[in-house]
């Protein structure tokens, strides 16, 4: 007995098109497929009637083909059974409230899937297996905020549907599941199951998830008051020193407190394991910021603002402030991780940019031709040696003595550039976002080196959550009112301007690695980019910033003005438009970033960063 061949990648993508469609019940879905795309990925609200996939291999395993159909089969029960307007409406304003609300909402879709046919449920559970090995989950020992709205989801399927959890998701279940049924109760999935077929009361009782979570801050008092039976008893006394009763104090120390944040994320207990490595980097200084910028007036502003916002009594212009600097670190990309793991974090990024060579062959002849375009050359006349003037030259076979009648060639001044590319390195960058933002760099990196143009990538994010010991030192303080940033700030050098880029294309791969993207505090970010970028000696210097929205630390928004990041982030964006030594140009990974930055760009996904960038980025070099 003979057996067929697998399939080919095209049929097996038209199979899997068909398939789709089919469990959508919808024949008309555009269907595409992405390098970019991952199994960890977020709910789609803008596109109700496409579907993105990633692109296949070109020779696929069992596992693979499985992998492939249950992300197929995800997006499917996505377009059957959601309504992203409904979604969007009933979705809490704060970013990590927003990520388990998207959790138990794709918890529902999946299982309404899982409940009905038993081919979905298995390959569901594969991408389930497979995503959180790829996400390492498997190899977890303590709980981490990051990883709660993806706990919540698997605890809510495995209710839901009553399916055992895969090896690689069971590991994350245990770890968090004694603090979710401490808070939420040993019913909280009940009221889930009741509301399964509808999405809005799905969503109310989410809400009410959030609500005892103490995620929904301010915001409680727009929402309908919850049931007495379903109001959450008080939350179990805790140890001193943990974030439930730091938080609790802080609502107790100031009532506005409660409607400027969301609070804490849970546990203490949920820091990143490279804490560790951190304790050893934490008297680390920026050389950047301490180093002299020369005496002209650009520079003395540099100066003027980095000092005064250490003291928001003393600060011109910003009411900004920092509770100490003494925990914040300058850290190349090579002292994060060890030589094989940035390989191996490098070999996953180069997957992604084999679709995009014609990207990078066209984008840099683009700007070749851009820049020797400037480079004009002209001719000077009338002089006194040189090339003889042929339009001369009758007067100078009428009298050869007759001065004057030679020509020279003259180059236009043409400015040398570097470029500076400032990285978000944020939570609510993680899977595709990232991905895009590590490509982009890639790209433009290799891009801007190919016409001699040097180029700096930068990256910033805080190397905790919730404060770290910039927190820990406030509280041993007696918790002085509005401290101003409370968190340990971390500073990424990925390739400094000298650098070639052959040298340390393999610290980009850093970006996907599982737990460094933590929180944003951009103003200073931007500062600290501007200050290296200030001290170059080239006559053109540009700042490219890549982020996906607003700056948010929660450590810091819960005891100051909600507002003061973003403030912050508007008052370092005019100072420096304002000086005008620096080209300021930020490039948006799904968010749109005009409201910050005046000259911005807004790509989607890496589908458009070709285009984009081919028709956008060869303005900022107009001379």
């Known amino acids: 007995m003979t057996t067929s061949p697998p399939p080919d990648s095209e049929s097996f993508k038209q199979a899997t098109d068909a398939t789709l469609r089919a469990i959508a019940g919808k024949r008309e879905i555009e269907v ?66 927003k990520t388990i609300h998207d959790a138990l909402e794709m918890a529902r879709i999946e299982s309404l899937g899982a409940r009905d046919m038993a081919g979905i449920r298995h390959n569901l559970n594969i991408v389930l297996d497979e995503k959180y090995t790829q996400l390492g989950y498997h190899n977890l020992n303590s709980q981490r905020n ?70 929904l801050g301010g915001e409680e008092e727009s929402d309908n008051p919850t049931p007495a039976e379903e109001t959450p008893p008080p939350p179990p006394e805790q140890d001193e020193t943990s974030d439930q009763s730091d938080m609790e104090s802080d609502q107790n120390q100031d009532e506005k407190e409660a409607e400027q944040s969301s609070g804490d994320s849970p ?38 603002v980095r000092d005064n916002r250490k003291d928001a009594a003393n600060s011109l212009g910003t009411t900004y402030a920092i509770y100490t600097t003494e925990f914040d670190e300058v850290v190349k990309a090579e002292e994060l991780a060890d030589d094989d793991e940035l390989f191996r974090l490098r070999g996953l990024l180069d997957k992604q940019l084999v679709s995009m060579q014609s990207v990078i062959v066209k984008l840099a002849n683009r700007l070749q031709r851009k820049l020797l375009a400037r480079q004009r050359r002209a001719w000077q006349f009338d002089l006194e040696e040189g090339y003889l003037d042929s339009s001369r030259l009758a007067r100078v076979v009428a009298n050869p003595t007759v001065p004057l009648s030679f020509k020279q060639e003259k180059e236009s001044e043409f400015k040398d ?56 030192l406030w509280i041993a303080n007696g918790r002085p009112d509005k401290p101003g940033r409370l968190n340990d700030l971390r500073h990424i050098i990925y390739k400094s301007a000298d650098a070639p880029y ?12 599982e737990g460094l993207l933590k929180e944003n505090i951009d103003g200073e970010a931007l500062v600290w980019a ?92 107009d001379l």
């Not at 008297?283 to 520079?299: K, N, S, V, Y």
């Not at 630390?553 to 508007?570: A, G, K, M, Y």
């Open 146 to 215: 990051d990883t709660l709205p993806d706990a919540l989801h698997l605890l809510a399927r495995l209710h839901l549907t009553g399916e055992p959890l895969p090896p690689a998701a069971q590991k994350l279940a245990d770890l968090w599941a004694p603090w979710i049924q401490e808070r939420l109760g040993d019913d909280w999935f009940q009221k889930l199951e009741k509301a399964l077929n509808n999405q809005d009361d799905f969503q109310r009782q989410t809400r009410n998830v959030l609500r005892r979570l103490e995620m």
């Open 530 to 621: 501007y200050n290296r970028l200030a001290a170059r000696g080239e006559a053109r210097k540009i700042l490219m910033v890549i982020s996906d929205g607003a700056p948010v630390d929660d450590s810091t928004l819960s005891v100051n003005p909600v507002n003061i990041l973003e403030q912050d982030l508007r008052h370092v964006i005019n100072w420096v438009e304002m000086i005008g030594k620096v080209d300021l140009t930020a490039i948006g990974i799904g968010h749109d970033v005009t409201r910050y930055y005046s000259s911005a760009l807004t790509i989607a996904d890496a589908t458009e960063l070709g285009e984009a960038l081919v028709d956008n980025l060869t303005n900022l070099f």
């Open 417 to 472: 550039t570097v470029v500076t590319i400032l990285l978000d390195n944020s939570g609510s960058m993680r899977g595709r976002p990232i991905t895009t933002a590590a490509m982009c760099a890639d790209i433009l990196a290799r891009t801007l080196e190919r016409c001699a143009i040097k180029v700096e990538i930068l990256g910033f994010t805080t190397r905790t959550w919730k404060g770290g010991k910039s927190r820990d």
């Open 267 to 304: 546990s203490e207990e949920a820091t990143d394991e490279a804490e560790s490595e951190e304790s050893s980097e934490s008297g680390m200084e920026d050389e950047a910021a301490t180093a002299p910028l020369g005496e002209d007036a650009a520079d003395e502003n540099i100066g003027e």
């Open 502 to 513: 052959r040298r340390t294309r393999k610290n980009l791969g850093l970006m996907l690695k």
């Open 32 to 97: 595409t497929y992405t390098p970019t795309e991952t199994l960890n990925k977020k709910l789609s609200l803008t596109a109700p009637d496409r579907a993105r996939l990633p692109t296949p291999a070109l020779k696929l395993n069992d596992r693979d083909r499985a992998v492939m159909r249950g992300t197929a089969d995800a997006e499917g029960l996505r377009l059957r059974h959601h309504n992203p307007k409904l979604h969007a409406r009933n979705a809490p304003s704060d970013e990590r409230a």
